[in-house]
């Protein structure tokens, strides 16, 4: 089988839309604590050290708009969301990764984490979404940053984003452990990992 056809204007496969916007997520909302509340990246970057921005800092960096779908698993996708934030690619640029890296850990409040491939967290229209249609995120929907990767499902942008981990091999993620696909691509209807071949993932 070759690749699902992205037409214009189309869905992935198995999705249907969703008007308004419904708050997902397992565990409870954290409280934002802008004293202690820092963004990290570490890992395998390029100078070997770990790079840190407090709230203020990390509101400084410059910011990108991005429109896009978003497709979570459970079937629905809202159409055309406009978000707001620092570019993966800034981030990127930024601190960059040392050779070999392959992948990120995205870790978020709690513990939550998605694994990515670095490809797809560098591409063009990866975001650290601060905003949603010009507001600021709110509480319940990953204030003070969630990442936003439209060319996947949306479990792979965790909410209350809090740092990146450059690896030089993968490992799963939070949901990647409990059943959902490594890749998690929507247009290939990734959904969970009994669908995996070889090769798309660290075994099980
Ligand atoms: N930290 C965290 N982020 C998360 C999740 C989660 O459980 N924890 N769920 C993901 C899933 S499955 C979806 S569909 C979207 C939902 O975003 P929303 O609540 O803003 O609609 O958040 C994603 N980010
Ligand atoms: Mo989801």
Redesign the pocket.
């Known amino acids: 089988m070759g690749e699902p056809e992205r037409r214009d204007g189309g869905l992935p496969p198995g999705q249907r839309t969703q008007r308004g916007?419904?708050?997902?997520?397992?565990g409870p909302v954290p409280r934002f604590k802008p004293d202690r509340w820092e963004f990290q990246v570490f890992g395998a970057t390029a100078d070997g050290a770990k790079h840190a921005w407090n709230h203020e800092e990390f509101s400084a960096l410059p910011l990108s708009t991005v429109t896009a779908d978003l497709h979570?698993?459970t079937k629905f996708s809202m159409r055309d969301v406009e978000w707001t934030g620092v570019s993966a690619a800034t981030l990127l640029d930024l601190v960059p990764p040392a050779r070999g890296v392959t992948h990120v850990m995205v870790w978020?409040?709690y513990g939550?984490s998605a694994n990515l491939r670095l490809a797809d967290f560098a591409r063009a229209d990866s975001l650290l979404a601060t905003h949603r249609g010009g507001e600021p995120l709110t509480a319940e929907?990953?204030f003070p940053v969630r990442l936003v990767v439209p060319g996947l499902y949306?479990?792979k942008?965790?909410?209350?984003m809090r740092g990146v981990e450059y690896m030089l091999a993968d490992r799963r993620g939070f949901w990647e452990e409990r059943g959902y696909h490594n890749l998690g691509d929507p247009w290939r209807e990734q959904r969970y990992s009994y669908q995996e071949e070889p090769g798309d993932g660290p075994e099980l």
């Open positions: 916007w419904p708050v997902l997520h397992y979570c698993v978020a409040e939550y929907h990953g949306a479990w942008g965790p909410k209350w």
